[in-house]
């Protein structure tokens, strides 16, 4: 803690108006500081939440452990996903069947399974990304079966002969769910003609060999298919249909059998955002972080902002009444003192400490206001009977370092004041508080007998506050 710090050294200093006989002890007279610096609020603040922020981070840590350690699949489509949007049902009832199901998550290693297994077949469902390139085009020429489940414009142009997509599966007109889809009496696909029909919501291609049909526009005789079948293999437009939540409607169970589960091997590739990049391009991590990343960067951003905006908002102009202003000795040096205490600067107020009192002892033993320091101390040491190397280390600011040792610094200086004051006659000082005022100059001069010829003449005028 600190006291307030008295004006700066070759700054006029008010005489201290003598104490009455029945003045307060030393520690009443000691006001508490009111003000702490920032370290040593942090610190406290710290140790008073120490508990609560120790549990808070424990849990953070623990729940992203969790989260690191979770092999729970939650992508769409996935087939470990056993949401609503998964394919957990059907790749359990797949491996119930025999089906041992291969996941490929880049064209390499799909083409290592392929490579392994000839004649397992191969499921290639775009959902996020597009296929490799090289890989469509390689699987066009191969003779296996193959399942394009919602292939991109791209992979349509690249390995489907730029089959066209029609509209979107109408809509029920009684209630707002997609129509039941009959797989038509053209369907010359085995797996289609036992499931017979569909219901999902999906896309609609404008072939003419294909199954499941739907009619875009009931005006016109234009219809599309869910699936079709090309030279490259089928392809499904209703990803959909296979989820756990619509996997029971209508035939959509017996279609996933028929046509996946032909081949003891399926190869389930999945693209990746490596697949859309060139042999020299470098992946962005950002492209393989999950979509809910996106929506808390965005939050912690905003939760950063707002307290920067609060730290960071004016409180209002410096001084509201018009200028000039005249603001008082005492909040002054009061000022200046918890202007140096939040800086942690006490050896710079102790050495304005040093510097007040010798001019105030410079002047009560009556010498000029540029008398060297040794004349100063000798004259102390010769006023008060000490050797002249104490009076030395008493008025020493060298060896200040922190706030408690200014404090017993500051102490010293002020005893040794009083000292001289009382060897003079003067008494020691009187310390008055803001909210107190200054006795009248009849009051003063009647707490004393007589003046004493050492006594300063000159009458008082501003009051401030010592340090203690």
Not at 25 to 48: I, K
Request: glycine share 6%; proline share 9%.
């Amino acid at each position: 803690m600190t006291a307030p710090i008295p004006q700066r050294s070759g700054a006029p200093s008010s005489p201290v108006l003598p104490a009455p006989d029945d003045a307060a002890p030393r520690e009443s007279q000691t006001r508490p500081p009111t003000v702490r610096n920032l370290s040593a609020a942090l610190r406290s603040t710290l140790r008073r939440w120490q508990f609560w922020l120790l549990l808070v981070i424990i849990g953070v840590l623990f729940s992203v452990v969790v989260q690191l350690l979770s092999v729970e699949d939650q992508e769409r489509y996935g087939l470990n996903n056993t949401e609503l949007d998964g394919y957990a049902a059907i790749a359990a009832v797949l491996q119930d069947q025999g089906v041992e199901i291969h996941p490929a998550s880049t064209a390499e290693s799909a083409r290592a399974l392929l490579e392994d297994m000839p004649e397992a077949s191969i499921v290639v469902h775009e959902d996020r990304w597009e296929a490799s390139r090289s890989l469509t085009r390689d699987l066009r020429s191969q003779d296996r079966p193959r399942v394009w489940i919602t292939p991109s414009a791209a992979t349509r142009e690249e390995a489907l002969g730029g089959l066209a997509p029609a509209r979107a599966i109408p809509h029920s007109s009684t209630t707002d769910v997609p129509e039941v889809l009959d797989a038509g009496e053209d369907c010359t696909v085995p797996a289609a003609q036992r499931a017979e029909t569909i219901r999902a919501p999906g896309q609609l291609y404008d072939v003419k060999a294909g199954c499941f049909l739907g009619r875009p526009d009931p005006t016109q005789d234009d219809v599309g298919r869910v699936l079709a079948a090309t030279d490259a293999g089928l392809v499904f437009g209703a990803p959909d249909a296979f989820t756990n939540r619509h996997i029971t409607s209508e035939g959509n169970a017996a279609l996933a059998l028929g046509l996946f589960g032909e081949q003891s091997d399926l190869i389930w590739y999945t693209p990746s955002g490596v697949d859309t990049l060139s042999a020299d391009e470098w992946a962005s991590p950002w492209d393989f972080m999950p979509d809910w990343v996106d929506m808390l960067t965005w939050w912690l951003f905003v939760c950063a902002l707002l307290p920067i905006l609060v730290a960071g908002r004016r409180h209002g102009p410096v001084v509201v009444e018009p200028l000039p202003v005249e603001v008082p000795a005492s909040e002054s040096a009061e000022g200046r003192g918890r202007l140096y205490q939040q800086a942690d600067a006490s050896t710079e107020a102790s050495r304005t400490l040093r510097s007040a009192h010798l001019l105030r002892l410079a002047r009560l033993l009556r010498l000029g206001p540029g008398t060297p320091e040794q004349q100063v101390i000798g004259a102390v040491a010769a006023q008060t009977g000490r050797s002249e190397q104490e009076i030395a280390r008493t008025v020493d600011a060298a060896a200040v370092s922190g706030n408690t040792a200014m404090v017993r610094y500051a102490q010293g200086l002020a005893a040794l004041e009083d000292e001289v004051r009382i060897r003079l006659g003067h008494g020691p000082r009187q310390i008055l508080r803001p909210s107190q005022t200054p006795p009248a100059p009849q009051d003063a001069a009647a707490s004393h007998d007589g003046p004493t010829p050492h006594e300063d003449p000159t009458p008082p005028t501003t009051p401030r506050e010592e340090a203690p």
